[in-house]
């Protein structure tokens, strides 16, 4: 008789059956699918079927009996099988609605009674039973408990090592032994002060919106038992994103924002730091974040909360940003160094809004790429039961509001939030998973919601069958006081001190907050209160620096073989110190990124095709032709004191331009890009310009130096390639919030981003919105000569040169922006003498640059014409922002005209003969003199 420790389930196959079992194994073998699931299950855990000395002289059974014995056998593990892959569908995870009732745990359904299941060896259900469970019975009967009780795991969509790792943590007891660490009365205390501060808001400040945790108070201990685990394992920084439901909570009880902090907001009395120093307007105090420091036993760590406007889930990828940016070390030249261990990125959901919300799918396709990676997300929804006044069944179309996490094999735990040690237990766990395997899984932490969508709501009026039930649920506090009562961990006497102690608490931070309500300015005196802003550098570079860097970009390995076409593109660039040549606009790029390089300024750079660049102007990024092997000069250069990082973005443009926006505003010494691969893209990603871009500092004093390239012209490319939608970052200047820039020369553009650059790290870094060209990318017309970088600055204006050399006859000016100027200067080469007009490019559209353009208008004494001439439609490009500009400073007899193409409800014309005329037509009217009678459109 064999031992139960050596004992396989080949055992019980002889004969010609052993035959058939090995015929399944070679099926097994070359295509897991091909054999039924318990055969697999049977193969993964075992292995090769092998006879061993005494069974091959075993006389066999009748092929009848082991038929039902194989049978059963098969039963019993596909039963096994089934509470893992699907007894979350039973679990008690909802703690207003019972799951209803299927069968996966009863033995019926598969035919097989209690004889059959306790004749099967613990460990051929699972190997780490067969030291605690006696046999089948007990062994199912404890997969039940672990699978079908208050957690439910989805995990078999992952793929086989990480499941197994999974399987080995749950079923050795992994959520038992970290329950039995659990300071069970710390834990009361946590859910007690989370419960005791919502319902002292409630009563205090009757009718103020906080939108309060209630119904999933266990998110608070949770998030917190993350950032303990986190400072355990030596990271350094959590980065935490959420919407506003429970915010306020959050910053008092993982935050440990002061509680007299919080209330002088619901008071409108003075508290020091409640206002950030930079920001003007301010925002309501359930979208504010925070950054504080901890401590746990010695090990310090930081805490960031993401500010977040009601955008419900559009936080993420800027938090996510933070995340890789405090992961990383730029002080070197190449990639950054990053380290996983240096910040954890945490994104608390809705439950709603996780599957409704396009940005959380863009999120998780781009976690585990290269350029956005940072280590594995934790990722918890905030499972309400509802969205607003949409119940489940109209918020999405799955089972589970986690459903979309099963696409991109990101593991799932749905866990019921009236436990609370099992809440605990889960995030020790999904903690210990994204350090093993650095990627993301996703928590969903299912409670409900006390009140309505705010504290003013009736969810009785929408949604009364929920709400009496939730009206009739006792809190997760009352619940797991209870519990501990019953358990013995403490008594009723200690569970009210706590209770006492936890009101006593917030009256003694009341009693401490002024009463007198702070002085409200207006927003025009918030407004002059911003620091003043200092925008001219000097950004050139001596010839002998822009030499030899130059000469670093064109010193390739030897082995190294681009695309024969690239390279004798590349190598013209020597020209330009050599024989006299123009600098193109993908070289001055290339020049600006290597002396800002040089100054020690580190730069990242992502897109679509950015790599390269959308019309091939770029090329930072080479490749063998022969092997495919990478090579960027950026990266080798000797000269270059930090780090330049370039990647091809995934096919999103929120989620990614967040990102990149979270990256500039935590390391704000890092010359951030995003480009789009053309201006219209930035369509999809419209709320992080509302809402952080051009907003960010007036709300929060959130700073951020963020370069935005947006390719834009009008070339005859058809309605969705012509127009970067200028009208729209116009309409979103004031305060001195963003630079808005159309460039007509490579030289402006290298001395832009060079102050740009240098602005970095004072008050008055502001993003930079760059309307930048196509066409005009190889024009010569463009293009430099060295000199234009080894000397001067970035001008605002440029005045055309060849006119206006003659003041008093100048009677018509023309002030444009863009590649619109370059084809007027074309124009001016091949005219007659033009001592009539002159013709002004404003390439800074914001800040407005009146003092530039009033000291060329006061030379003029003559004036009968103010034209702004554009190629984009009236209601379009930057006319309507300029006019008003214009017309307080011109003469005041004098109005602005309009040249360009009439209002349309489209940007740009699909033909581009009809695009040919319009264009000659506007070009026609800037030269030729006004006439009596007529007049300019």
Sequence with gaps: MKSRSTQTPWEEFHGPNLGYLYEQYERYLSDKNLVDESFRGLFDQWGSPHLTSAEAGSPGLSPNEWMKRVSKLLAVLGMAANIRKKGHLEADINPIERRKHVGIGDMKTYGVTEEDVRGVPAEFISPVLKETCTDGLSAISYLKELYMNKIGYEIEHINDEERKWFERQIEQGYVDGAIRLIDKKRLLEQLAAAEGFERFIHKTYVGQKRFSVEGLETLVPAVEELVRLSAKGEIDHVAIAMAHRGRLNMLAHVLD?????IFSQFQHSAYPGNKPALSTTGDVKYHMGSVTEKNYDGKRITVTLGNNPSHLEIANSVVEGYARAAQEDRSKNGFPEQDFNKALCILVHGDAAFPGQGCVAETFNFSQTAAYHTGGTIHIIANNNIGFTAETSESRSTEYASDLAKGFDVPIIHVNADDPEACLAIMGLAFRYRQEFNRDIVIDLIGYRRLGHNEMDEPMATNPVMYKKVRNHPTITAVYQKQAEESGVLSAEEAANIEERVAANFQLAYDRVSKEQEEIPSIEEMMNAAPANRLKEDTAVDRLTLSQLNGELLDWPEDFQAFKKVQKILERRREVFENKGKVDWGHAEALAFASILHDGMPIRITGEDTERGTFSHRNLVLSDERNGTKYCPLHEMESAKASFAIHNSVLSEEAVLGFEYGYSVFSKETLVFWEAQF??????????????????????????????????????????????????????????????????TAAQYFHLLRRQAVMLQRDEARPLILMTPKSLLRNQAAACYI??????????????????TIPEKVERIVFCTGRIAVELADHVNGQSPMDWLDIIRVEELYPFPQKDIMKLLNRYKNLKEVIWVQEEPKNMGAYRYMEPHLAKIIPFHLSVSYIGRPEMASPAEGDSLVHKKEQQQIINQVFSRKQAGSMVQ
């Design 257 to 261: 924002k002061p509680y007299e902090s």
């Design 679 to 744: 201006g219209d893209f930035a369509n999809g990603a419209q709320v992080l310009f509302d809402q952080f871009i051009s907003s960010g500092e007036a709300k929060w004093g959130q700073k951020s130096g963020l370069v935005v390239l947006l390719p834009h012209g009008f070339e005859g490319q058809g309605p969705e390639h012509s127009s970067a939608r200028l009208e729209r970052f116009l309409q979103l200047c004031a305060e001195s919030n963003m630079t808005v820039a159309n460039l007509s």
């Design 787 to 804: 000199e234009e970088f080894t000397n001067g600055e970035f001008q605002p204006v440029i005045e055309q040169p060849g006119l206006g």
